[in-house]
Every structure is written in C-alpha cells, then in structure tokens.
C-alpha cells in the first residue's frame, strides 16, 4: 500500500516531465540536423573510441525484485562483451545498491550518487555539467545511459543507450529554420539543456520504476507468504493427525494386551 501510494506520486511527477523531455529531444534533433559535427564538441564522434562512461541509475534500497539487478546486469555485460575493445570501461552511478553490485565486481567507479532524496534541478545540471567535462576533457571519448523505463505499473524495461556525442536523427524532415540569434549560438545553449533534461527524466522515469517494481514485489511476497501459511498448516495438521492416530493405535494395542493376560 505505502508502494502504491509513492507509484501515483511517482506517476504524476513523471506525467509533468515527459512531455517536455520528448518536445526537448525532437527540437535537439531538428535543430542539429544537417549541423556539421564540428559545430558543438559534443555533436563530433572522435577517430577512435577507447575509453567509455556508463551513467547507471538505480536505487538506495532493496525490496523491489529485479529492478536494480537488472540495470547493473546492464554494465556488468557491456563491460565484459566489450573489455577488449577499449582501454577503460567506467560506471557512473545512482543508488547503493549498484554500487555494491559492481564494486563487489571491482568495476572502475567513477562516482557514485547515494541518498538522494529528492531529484531537483540543481542535481540535475551539477551531474550534466560534471559528464559534459568528463566528455569534454578527453577522460571519456562516449557515454551510454542506463535506466529502467516506466511502461505500466506491472512492466519496466532496462534501457541502454548511446547519450554523448548527441546523435542526430537519421530519417527525418529537414526544416531550414530561421534562426536568431545564430544557429551555433542556440546550439550551444540547447544541448547542455537537452542533456540535462534528458538526465532529469531518466532519474524520474527510474523512481517511478522502482515504486511499481518494489509494489509487484511486495504483493508477490504477501502471496508467497498467504500460500506458505497454507502449506505448513496443512502440513502441521497431517503430523497432527498422524500423531493423534499413533498414540490411539497404542492405546489399543495395550488394551488388547492387557485383556489378553
């Protein structure tokens, strides 16, 4: 019930980002399509890849099936699939409990986001700003995004995705927009805004996961706990009776042989 209670909070906050963060991602795409990469540094996909930033969100606490295995499953399988094609294969991560997963695992955390309790915007554009500089510094030469999507109360998907450099969309109307002040100029400022609300969604997409996830949990559990009742009190019945019936089987027994003497 306290699950279910959080999940419609959950749900309401998401309802309130998801459409702009869609809006948001569009406008990126047609506003940088065509652009050449050299117009952002965070459009340019380098010669050669050899060091990869993985940004996993996940949660504090357990009690909600496999939501956070699942995400850490995610890193842990790029990793190893992917462990001789580059030189450094790094996570950054939301919640403890994918810390302990992977530390336990001794993947190279970079940092880790633990006790978060309330995702907010200047969260949101500290953690944009510290990726973008990993990014832009040279430390990292890709970024990939990891999540679980929020489908419905009773289903949520692991979603692993290219994040930086920004890809443009491949099939799309262009539309020659005009554009003031100059087109670079919007392009500087839209980018470090779509990256920051596409972390802000990711984050409330994720919580909003965690609650339906830990809710189907709980109910499982209650289930199993209703049907392990059941069985053991059926079980404790049976050796009831058969220890009721044991002891009669010797009182008879004693009784016939007492008549017979």
């Given at each position: 019930?306290v699950?279910?209670s959080?999940?419609?909070r959950?749900q309401?906050?998401?309802e309130?980002?998801?459409?702009?963060?869609?809006?948001?991602?569009?406008?990126t795409g047609?506003?940088?399509m065509?652009m050449?990469?050299?117009?952002?540094?965070?459009?340019a996909?380098?010669?050669?890849?050899?060091?990869?930033?993985?940004v996993?969100i996940?949660?504090d606490?357990?009690?909600?099936?496999?939501?956070?295995?699942n995400?850490?499953l995610?890193a842990?399988?790029?990793a190893?699939m992917n462990?001789?094609?580059?030189?450094?294969i790094a996570?950054?991560?939301?919640?403890r409990k994918?810390?302990?997963?992977?530390?336990?695992?001794k993947?190279?955390?970079?940092?880790?986001?633990?006790?978060?309790?309330?995702?907010?915007?200047?969260?949101?554009d500290?953690v944009?700003?510290?990726?973008?500089?990993l990014?832009l510094?040279?430390?990292f030469?890709?970024?990939?995004?990891s999540?679980t999507?929020?489908?419905?109360a009773v289903?949520?998907?692991?979603?692993?995705?290219?994040?930086?450099p920004?890809k443009?969309?491949?099939e799309?109307?262009?539309?020659d927009y005009?554009s003031?002040?100059?087109?670079?100029e919007i392009?500087?400022?839209l980018?470090?805004?779509?990256i920051?609300?596409?972390?802000y969604y990711?984050?409330?997409?994720?919580q909003t996961?965690?609650?339906?996830a830990?809710m189907?949990?709980?109910?499982?559990?209650?289930s199993n706990?209703g049907?392990?009742v059941r069985?053991?009190?059926?079980?404790?019945?049976?050796?009831?009776q058969?220890?009721?019936?044991?002891?009669?089987m010797?009182?008879v027994?004693g009784?016939?042989a007492?008549r017979?003497?």
């Open positions: 019930m699950s279910a959080k999940l419609r959950a309401t906050d998401l309130k980002i998801r459409d702009y963060a869609v809006k948001m991602g569009e406008l047609r506003v940088v065509n050449p990469e050299d117009a952002h540094p965070l459009l996909t380098r010669e050669e890849i050899k060091k990869v930033l993985i996993s996940g949660s606490r357990g009690l909600c099936g496999g939501f956070n295995t995400v850490a995610a842990e399988n790029f190893r462990h001789p094609n580059y030189e450094r996570i950054y991560i939301f919640g994918i810390r302990d997963y992977l530390g336990k695992r993947m190279d955390i970079v940092k880790d986001w633990t006790d978060v309790k309330k995702v907010d915007q200047d969260l949101v500290t944009a700003a510290e990726i973008i500089e990014y510094s040279g430390e030469d890709k970024v990939y995004l999540y999507s929020f489908v419905s289903k949520q998907r692991v979603i692993f995705d290219e994040f930086i920004i443009t969309p491949e799309s109307e262009y539309i005009i003031e002040p100059a087109r670079t392009v500087g400022t980018i470090p805004r779509y920051s609300t596409k972390i990711s984050l409330i997409e994720s996961s965690e609650h339906a830990r189907s949990a709980m109910e499982n559990a209650t706990c049907e392990m069985y053991l009190t059926l079980v404790y019945n049976k050796r009831r058969e220890g009721i019936t044991n002891e009669m010797d009182i027994g009784a016939e007492l017979g003497k």
